[in-house]
């Protein structure tokens, strides 16, 4: 619809054909306090210069901001974009200026790899480098490919289209929600119709990470920090856009790791995992070390280290036994 | 020269996302100069000079910020013309949430951040609504889904607009931001003769004019009444 046309619309009307037009309208809700039944061409007649600058508001710009409005979300409903199924890295260069050795770095989708190296040893530049899709213009000069193929910029600059969400160590919400009013405003930003099925899911993936359950009707910032951490994560795996998930550390505390890495995977989703933990590490497929702003080395996780894997696991869960036993109270013994 | 207005509410991580990015900059050879317009009273210009920024202040006092940064911005200007500056930023508060004192062709960003709640976009205005890139902090302190909502949020304001996630305090995200803040090709000699993307409010009440006392015979002018009766 072009500018033309929508002015042959009322605002009812509008709505109607676009419903996603109520958060547009809403950051000008005077508009619909009038008659709706009227045509915008002609409504917009009738507001005056007091009125203009009442509402701080530019005919010109209104008309030209609702019609990129539709076209754009138009275009994000419409078009399925074909699915990020590999990220690749193409080398660039460490913080001195010397050619980063490994061939190119391939992720996929369902798979986990872990990220390790000392603070400031340039995690977060390669983090960066791939939610900005870099094209030998970061001062790693790496290059990142989307399914094989350069990329199209709208990943970078674009509100609604991010590649990477981010599951960082903070564990607190700061919304004023319950649980199921968090996860309907969500998905609502989404433009998901029929969610109730899709929230009840990640109430349940959620509560399959933890001991204790939580209900819907809760507010998020009651939850526990387990709690918390089992939503964001459900909640990222099930309703984030974003094809790629990077999680900053899991704290071995209140919820099931592994489990939770299943969900990410099981959602298909490129999993980029920041940790010193040993047991995270070997859950990985592949782990790259960072040195001197620079990737020094990708290394395959092996059979023999994969091995290890199940043993370590024994050993973390007597400890997290003899925990529960040393809160209670007990006597420890083997 | 460049410029750039960086505006947006108090506390929203202006001066932290400008600093980064203009270090980011710096590094590159590109010389920086800052100027901060407040009402009536800064600090930012001492974080400006200690990141090696060379910045000037400008108070407005008791008058309105939006209209003093108006007759002030195009003095301001030359003064980073006859300093050299390759880039010239502009930051000033948006202090009423109503202008925008974003000039047309001059590119114009506006910071606010992830904790100012859910309908801020929504009531922010022009100030949003006319920016061409808007930077979103303080994602490290909510979750992946706040983001989301909040981002949504200001896309449904300002669908045009450039959207970018920064972390002010890191710095995460500032290296990409400096690279659209700064253009060789452009070059700005002066703003004689530009015009402002918005108007300014005309409003002019006795209150304006130094009227301290309350009450209906005092008021003179632009005077308008709340509506007690009307149903929410
Ligand atoms: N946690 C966090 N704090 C931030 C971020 N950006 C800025 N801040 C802090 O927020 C406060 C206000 O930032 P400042 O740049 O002075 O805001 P301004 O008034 O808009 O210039 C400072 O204490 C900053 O350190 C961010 O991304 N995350
Ligand atoms: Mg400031």
Redesign the pocket.
């Known amino acids: 619809m072009n500018q033309q046309e929508i002015l042959r619309y009322s605002p009812k009307e509008l709505l109607n054909i676009y419903p996603f037009l109520e958060a547009f309208f809403a950051g000008q809700s005077w508009i619909l306090k009038l008659d709706q039944q009227q045509k915008l061409g002609l409504l917009l007649e009738q507001v005056d210069e007091e009125q203009q600058e009442d509402y701080a508001f530019d005919k010109a710009d209104f008309i030209g901001q609702l019609s990129d409005f539709i076209s754009q979300m138009e275009t994000f409903m419409g078009k399925k974009d074909k699915a990020v199924e590999t990220l690749m890295v193409l080398p660039g260069q460490n913080k001195s200026g010397e050619a980063e050795t490994f061939s190119e770095l391939i992720f996929k989708t369902q798979t986990i790899t872990s990220i390790v190296g000392p603070t400031g040893s340039g995690k977060s530049r390669l983090l960066a480098d791939i939610e900005w899709v870099a094209q030998a213009d970061t001062p790693t000069m790496r290059r990142v490919l989307i399914n094989n193929e350069k990329p199209d910029t709208s990943w970078r600059f674009s509100g609604n289209k991010k590649l990477v969400a981010q599951l960082s160590q903070n564990m607190n919400f700061v919304m004023d929600l319950s649980v199921i009013e968090f996860l309907e405003l969500h998905a609502k930003s989404r433009m998901v119709a029929n969610s109730d099925e899709l929230i009840r899911r990640i109430i349940d993936a959620a509560n399959e990470l933890v001991g204790e359950k939580f209900e819907r009707y809760m507010p998020i910032t009651s939850l526990s920090g387990g709690q918390s951490r089992a939503l964001m994560i459900a909640d990222t795996a099930l309703l984030s856009q974003s094809p790629v998930v990077l999680i900053d550390e899991i704290e071995n505390a209140g919820i099931d790791r592994k489990k939770a890495l299943k969900i990410l995977t099981g959602e298909d989703k490129i999993v980029l995992m920041a940790t010193h933990d040993p047991i995270l590490a070997l859950m990985a497929d592949q782990r790259i070390v960072i040195k001197n702003g620079g990737i020094y080395k990708v290394i395959q996780t092996s059979e023999a280290e994969k091995a290890m894997l199940a043993e370590l696991e024994k050993a973390d869960q007597k400890l997290q036994l003899l925990r529960m036993s040393l809160r209670q109270g007990e006597i420890l013994a083997e | 020269m460049n410029l750039v207005t960086i505006s ?12 980064k990015a203009a270090e980011n900059l710096m590094k590159r050879g590109v010389k920086v100069g800052a100027v901060k317009f407040d009402c009536l009273h800064t600090d ?1 210009d001492l ?1 400006y000079e200690k990141a090696g920024i060379p910045v000037k202040k400008g108070l407005s006092g008791s008058l309105c910020p939006d209209h003093y940064f108006v007759s002030n911005i195009e003095a301001v200007t030359d003064w980073g013309i006859k300093e050299g500056f390759d880039l010239l930023v502009s ?1 000033s ?1 948006g202090l009423c949430n109503r202008c925008s004192p974003y000039i047309k062709e001059i590119k114009a960003v506006c ?1 606010i ?2 904790l100012s709640g859910i309908n801020t976009p929504k009531k922010i205005g022009p100030m949003l609504r006319m920016a061409d890139i808007v930077v979103i ?5 909510v979750s992946q889904a706040e983001r989301e909502v909040f981002a949504a949020g200001v896309y449904a304001v300002n669908p045009g607009a450039i959207i970018m996630h ?5 710095g ?1 995200g500032a290296y990409e931001f400096s690279t659209l803040l700064y253009d060789e090709k452009i070059k700005i000699d002066t703003l004689k003769g530009r015009k402002l993307r918005f108007s300014m409010p005309s409003a002019l009440c006795s209150y304006c004019l130094g009227e301290t006392r309350i009450g209906e015979s005092y008021q003179m002018g632009n005077v308008r009444k709340i509506n007690l009766d009307e149903k929410a």
Do not use: C
Not at chain 2, 137 to 141: N, Q, V
Not at chain 2, 166 to 170: A, K, V
């Open positions: 947006g509410p108090p506390s929203s991580g202006k001066t932290a996302v400008t600093i930012d974080a930051e508060a910071v951040d992830n902090t303080k994602g490290d302190i920064i972390n002010g305090l890191t995460q």
